[in-house]
């Protein structure tokens, strides 16, 4: 096979350090101690926990090969579509680490907590400008959260009118997340198909739009990279009969600067800050979610919410009709932290990284094409949606191309969603990468479908490089080994 990117054998194995322990081996490198000292508690001393001994070397080189086996951005281009795993400076880490933020407590009071809350206001007033909706919660923890977040708003607001309503419009190009949110809030999802141009056609919308319809929940772009063109038409049907516009902004990278929300008629929105906004990802968190509403809705957002009082920031629960708290205290602020010192380091810059984003997914679907089948050959946003068609005659499955991947050194792209599109490959590749990576991504898919031409049993038993093969999904889904 041909070499894209360099890799080699040499990772190593690594058993865990109870079985690498030799009874009296120790080593010496302690921490400075920075608590008083004080005698080892006797009960511990006989039974204590079960640490094995071993020297420092064992130790450092045990670490260091496991943190060897974790693959990041920080190994290499990591194209999960709708995931947006960037590349996040790591001056933002730094910021947040500051003394001033580690140590304050969230229970501070305010008179003694005002930089953070200043920051607090001040990320609140950017996320306003970006969406162009002016009151924002920063609580929700996550975007599926500030989902739920902005589905409560939108019952509270209806339950305020008088006017319960019970279903809500999803489309087939939303995220999973977005029909399993309203479905917990209490709504009915009510599925709409797309157009064969891969976006919502307002006739409809307007077919299935009613009275006891809260709004409709468009994930823009939506799962297939597409920008919803329709939305503003699609806005005021939704609005002629009472309902709200949620959109599912997780997938703001593509837009900063370009769209402003609020102006094309939507009501609600979250963001997911640590897609777009500069915190590292995955592996189950920290996010944050926030919700950005228009002026009609802003009454409804969770408490406590950044107030102004004359020259200091306050915290106030003094919203009456709030839905109340989403998250403990004020959200997960060290997200927060970072995602403000992006959106401050890059200003108007913030622009460019959606052209980036944008232009480089447009120029791995335009190289690929070829390549793969590409179901809606037009313009894409932030990423780009293949399928497995061109190689279904060889039996080769978008599984085994993206396993084949791991080969040539690179991440999967995301597959088999969009659950729309059969054999779903969908590639984001963001605006960090280079057109040098580009290019080797490109080169590695290239050379994947040339095998899967040519020698596809190679495709169905990769990966054959690392130091896991390929895992049988279905045993594992049924005979699960959960200790260690
Ligand atoms: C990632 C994503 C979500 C979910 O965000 P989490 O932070 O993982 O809960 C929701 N909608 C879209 C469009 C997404 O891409």
Redesign the pocket.
């Known amino acids: 096979m041909k070499e894209v990117i360099g890799t080699t054998g040499l990772v190593m194995n690594e058993p865990l350090l109870w079985e690498k322990g030799v009874a009296g081996r120790i080593g010496f490198s302690m921490p400075r101690r920075d608590v008083p000292e004080a005698p080892l508690d006797a009960s511990l001393t006989g039974e204590g926990p079960d640490f094995p001994d071993l020297s420092e070397v064992d130790v450092v080189r045990h670490y260091t090969r496991l943190s060897q086996w974790n693959y990041g951005v920080d190994t290499g281009m990591y194209p999960l579509g ?3 795993m960037k590349y996040n400076p790591k001056t933002h880490e730094r910021q947040a680490a500051l003394p001033g933020f580690v140590n304050a407590h969230p229970m501070l009071p305010a008179s003694m907590a005002q930089g953070i809350l200043a920051l607090m206001h001040e990320l609140e007033t950017c996320l306003a400008e970006i969406t162009g909706l002016p009151a924002v919660t920063l609580q929700p ?7 739920l977040t902005g589905m409560m708003v939108v019952r509270a607001y209806h339950n305020d009118r008088g006017k319960p309503r019970h279903k809500i419009l999803i489309p087939d190009t ?5 029909p399993a949110s309203s479905a917990l809030c209490g709504f009915t999802p009510v599925p709409v198909s797309s157009s064969a141009r891969g976006v919502l056609a307002q006739e409809t919308i307007a077919a299935v739009m009613d009275e006891d319809t809260a709004g409709i929940m468009i ?1 823009n772009p ?2 297939l990279g597409l920008f919803e063109e329709n939305i503003r038409a699609i806005a005021k049907i939704v609005h002629d009969k009472g309902g709200l516009v949620y959109v ?4 703001m990278n593509a837009m900063m600067g370009i769209v402003s929300m609020g102006a094309i008629g939507v009501d609600v929105m ?1 963001l ?1 800050l ?2 777009t906004f500069s915190t590292p ?1 995955g592996g189950g ?1 920290p ?1 944050a ?1 926030p919700v950005c509403v228009t002026e009609a809705l802003a009454p409804f957002l969770p408490v406590p919410r950044v107030v102004r009082e004359g020259d200091a920031y306050a915290l106030s629960y003094d919203f009456p009709k709030s839905i109340g708290k989403v998250h403990a205290f004020y959200g997960n602020v060290g997200v927060l932290i970072k995602a403000y010192c992006y959106i401050l380091s890059l200003g108007k810059d913030l622009k460019r990284v959606s052209q980036l984003a944008v232009l480089n997914a447009n120029y791995v679907k335009e190289r690929l094409k070829d390549t793969f089948h590409l179901p809606y050959d037009r313009p894409c946003m932030h990423e780009c949606v293949f399928t497995d068609k061109n190689q279904e005659a060889h039996k080769v499955t978008t599984l085994d191309m993206a396993k084949r991947l791991i080969d040539y050194g690179f991440h999967p792209p995301t597959i088999y969603f969009p659950l729309v599109v059969h054999g779903a490959i969908m590639i984001e590749p963001t605006e960090t990468e280079s057109k040098e990576t580009l290019d080797s991504f490109i080169a590695a898919c290239r050379a994947i479908a040339t095998e899967a031409a040519q020698s596809p049993d190679t495709l169905r038993e990769a990966p054959t490089k690392p130091k896991v093969r390929r895992l049988d999904e279905t045993l594992a889904a049924r005979h699960p080994h959960l200790a260690g």
């Open positions: 709708s995931c947006t923890a996550a975007g599926a959260h500030g989902e939303a995220h999973g997340t977005n994930t939506n799962t599912d902004g997780a997938n979250h997911n640590h897609k990802h968190g996010g979610g």
